[in-house]
C-alpha cells in the first residue's frame, strides 16, 4: 500500500505541474498541436443568447466580452442600460466556420436602439461584409450611442438595446456563424472641449520605414493579436488566413502601416488577394486597403490618418473619426482563399511596415473611468509589450498591456519555478518511498526476519510514473 500511495503522489506531482505550466503558459502561446482556428475567442468570454425582442434580451455589462451565435438571416437583440452621459460602443464580430460558402454581400450589422425602438446609429458604418474577396473570414461591424454637446437622437438615460443582423446573399452557407461582442463604456470629459474637429494636420504620406525586418508573429483575434511598435515585421499568412497585430498609439501620435505580400511561383492573377485594415481600441474599423497578385511582390497601404485627437469624433469622414482616442489599435491581414487555387495554399512571405509619428500629448481628461480601464490610455506596459512583441491577453475587459506584461513576466518566471518545484516534490517522493521500504523491510524484520534485515535504502528507481511529461515547443500565433 505505501508504493502504491507513493506512486499516485508521483502521479498527482506530475498531473499538479502540468496544471501549472499550462496555467502560466505566456499569453497567446498554444501547447497542443495543429491548426489554429480561425479566431480565438476572448478567454472567459460569457455564452449568451440573443433574443428574438428587445424585452427579452440578456442585459450586457460595460468592459465584458461576450460569445454567442446567429443564424442565417438572424436577428437577435442584446441588453445595455445607459446613463445619459457616457459614449457607449458596442462591436461585434461573426466567425464563420472553416469551409463556409461565402458570397460579396454576406456579413452582420450592428445598430443600437432606444427604448422607443429609434435607431442611435444606422448607414453603411455599421455594417461589416466580406466583399470582393468572397472569403468567409472574421468581420467586425460596431455601434454607438454618443453624448455630449450636438443633436443626436438616443441622450437620454434608459433600457436599450443592441440588434445584430446577419445579411445572407444567395448561394451562401446557411450554417450558424459564431459571434464576440465587446461593450466599452466611455465617459464625460470633466471640461466641455471644442465639437469642431481639427481641419489642418499633416496628411502626406511619409517615407516608407525601412531597416532590417524582425520577426512577429501574427495572433488569429483581437484577443491574441502580436504587439508591434514602430518597423519592418516579417511573417508568414496562408490562403483563407486572417491575422491580428495591434500597435499603441497615444494622444497627437499618427500611425501608417503597409502590408506587403511577397512573390510566389503559381499562374494566374487575383483582384482581391490581400486586405489590410485598421481599428481602433472599441474595434470600430477605422480604414482599410487591399491588392490584387499575380504571383510578383504586391502591398497594400492605408490612407494618412489624422493625429489622434478627441475632438476627430465630430468629423463626418469615418477615417477621421475613428482616430478620436489613444489606446491599442488593430492591424487585420486577411489573404484570400481564392490563393490556394492558383498558388499553392502558402504560408506566403508577409512583410508589415508600420511608423507611429509624433510626439505624445496631453491626454483628454475623463470624468470618470472608462469600462474598462485603461483602454484609451498608453501605459508603460503597452509601450514594452510593443517592444517585445507580448501578445493580447483575451481576457473579459479585452486586452490591455498591463495584464499581458504581467502574463509574459509570469509564464518565463512559472515555467522555471514549476521545474524547480517538480525537482523538489520528486525528491520529496523519493525520499517517501525509502521511508516507506525501510519501514516495510523494518516489519518483515519483526515478523521473523533477523535484526537488520531489509532495513538498507531502497534506491529510488523511476519507472513510467517518473518520466517528466513532454511538451512541445509553444507556438506564437
Not at 188 to 196: E, G, I, P
Not at 267 to 292: E, H, K, M, Q
Request: overall charge neutral; glycine content about 14%; charged content about 20%.
Amino acid at each position: 500500500m505505501g508504493r502504491r500511495t507513493a506512486r499516485w503522489r508521483g502521479r498527482t506531482v506530475l498531473a499538479g505541474a502540468a496544471a501549472l505550466f499550462s496555467a502560466v503558459a505566456p499569453a497567446g502561446q498554444a501547447t497542443a498541436a495543429g491548426t489554429p482556428p480561425p479566431y480565438r475567442f476572448a478567454a472567459g468570454a460569457e455564452q449568451v443568447e440573443g433574443a428574438t425582442a428587445p424585452t427579452d434580451a440578456v442585459r450586457l455589462t460595460p468592459g465584458t466580452t461576450y460569445r454567442s451565435s446567429v443564424g442565417d438571416k438572424g436577428k437577435l437583440y442584446y441588453g445595455l442600460r445607459l446613463d445619459a452621459v457616457s459614449t457607449a460602443y458596442v462591436s461585434v464580430t461573426a466567425v464563420p466556420k472553416a469551409g463556409t460558402k461565402a458570397v460579396y454581400s454576406d456579413g452582420i450589422k450592428v445598430s443600437l436602439q432606444d427604448p422607443n425602438g429609434n435607431k442611435c446609429f444606422s448607414g453603411d458604418a455599421g455594417a461589416a461584409r466580406f466583399g470582393p474577396t468572397e472569403s468567409p473570414r472574421p468581420i467586425t461591424a460596431w455601434a454607438s450611442r454618443r453624448t455630449g454637446p450636438g443633436t443626436y437622437t438616443c441622450k437620454s438615460a434608459g433600457a436599450y438595446s443592441v440588434l445584430v443582423e446577419r445579411i445572407s446573399g444567395a448561394g451562401s452557407s446557411p450554417d450558424d456563424w459564431e459571434l464576440e461582442l465587446r461593450y466599452v463604456s466611455e465617459p464625460a470629459l470633466k471640461k466641455a472641449a471644442s465639437t469642431a474637429a481639427p481641419e489642418a494636420w499633416d496628411s502626406a504620406s511619409p517615407q516608407a520605414v525601412d531597416g532590417v525586418a524582425r520577426t512577429r508573429r501574427g495572433g488569429t483575434s483581437f484577443n491574441e493579436a502580436r504587439s508591434l511598435e514602430q518597423g519592418v515585421w516579417k511573417d508568414g499568412i496562408q490562403a483563407g488566413q486572417t491575422l491580428f497585430y495591434r500597435v499603441p498609439v497615444d494622444w497627437g501620435q499618427q500611425i501608417y502601416a503597409t502590408a506587403e505580400l511577397g512573390s510566389a511561383s503559381g499562374d494566374g492573377f487575383l483582384g482581391n488577394a490581400l486586405g489590410l485594415s485598421l481599428y481602433n481600441p472599441v474595434r470600430a474599423l477605422v480604414d482599410d486597403a487591399g491588392t490584387g497578385y499575380d504571383g510578383r511582390a504586391k502591398s497594400a497601404t492605408l490612407e494618412p490618418l489624422p493625429p489622434v485627437a478627441y475632438e476627430n469624433r465630430y468629423d463626418v469622414d469615418d477615417q477621421v473619426s475613428g482616430m478620436r482616442f489613444a489606446g491599442w489599435y488593430y492591424l487585420a491581414v486577411h489573404l484570400g482563399a481564392e490563393m490556394a487555387d492558383k498558388f499553392g495554399d502558402g504560408p506566403f512571405d508577409l512583410t508589415l511596415r508600420v511608423r507611429v509619428s509624433g510626439t505624445a500629448g496631453a491626454p483628454a481628461v475623463y470624468d470618470g473611468t472608462a469600462a474598462p480601464p485603461d483602454v484609451f490610455d498608453v501605459t508603460a506596459g503597452d509601450k514594452a509589450a510593443a517592444s517585445n512583441g507580448a501578445a493580447a491577453t483575451g481576457g473579459d475587459g479585452g486586452p490591455d498591456g498591463n495584464t499581458a506584461m504581467k502574463a509574459v513576466a509570469v509564464g518565463g518566471i512559472g515555467a522555471g519555478t514549476v521545474l524547480v518545484l517538480g525537482l523538489v516534490m520528486w525528491t520529496v517522493v523519493a525520499r517517501r518511498r525509502v521511508a516507506v521500504a525501510g519501514a516495510g523491510a523494518a516489519g518483515a524484520g519483526s515478523l521473523g526476519g533477523g535484526p537488520g534485515e531489509g532495513s538498507a535504502p531502497v534506491p529510488f528507481v523511476g519507472g513510467p510514473d517518473a518520466r517528466s511529461r513532454e511538451y512541445g515547443p509553444p507556438r506564437a500565433w
